[in-house]
């Protein structure tokens, strides 16, 4: 794996005030940053290009509405891991979140289904929406490398288990 594959993040602004509907994604399209190129937005949606350990945060600011409250849900996916409220006229909320992904999956902000209820946010860069990778975990399966590994491991329980009856033959596996 290349070193320039491990650094990934993005950071993107909304620039138009918005009313949102129920469970309307969110199009955060200002992106300042997109190290790794996965945040599109025109969707508003980062793929996960690597597994690994992510942060995301995202920050509303709620512009007006007849409740004075803005609701937002961060979705992995399409299941909620983490929501955000603010309950007062032009409140603010913040959230982050920590999560394992893996490559494919997809991470976005979505405004919270409540019934009846649309809610305005303020754009013109006040509410954002982020993440970046930590760390990496390792599946042995999704590299070439991993079947390297995997290759020795066998060959060493085989051994182990009865070094008497082993021949060896040699593989090229990397091609």
Do not use: W
């Amino acid at each position: 794996m290349q070193e320039a594959e491990n650094h990934i993040a993005f950071y993107a602004t909304l620039t138009a005030h918005t009313t949102l509907g129920p469970k309307q994604t969110i199009e955060f399209d200002h992106i300042i940053t997109n190290i790794g190129r996965r945040y599109n937005g025109v969707s508003g949606i980062f793929t996960v290009p690597i597994t690994g350990i992510y942060q995301f945060s995202t920050t509303m600011f709620q512009y007006t509405s007849s409740q004075h409250e803005i609701h937002t849900q961060l979705m992995k996916n399409n299941i909620s891991v983490g929501q955000n409220f603010g309950n007062s006229n032009r409140a603010s909320a913040t959230q982050a979140v920590i999560v394992s992904a893996h490559r494919g999956d997809i991470v976005y902000v979505r405004h919270h289904e409540i019934i009846g209820s649309t809610q305005v946010i303020f754009g013109q860069g006040y509410s954002s929406f982020s993440g970046f990778l930590i760390s990496l975990i390792y599946d042995l399966l999704e590299t070439k490398h991993g079947v390297i590994v995997i290759f020795v491991y066998l060959v060493f329980l085989v051994v182990s288990l009865n070094p008497a009856q082993v021949r060896c033959t040699r593989y090229n596996i990397m091609s």
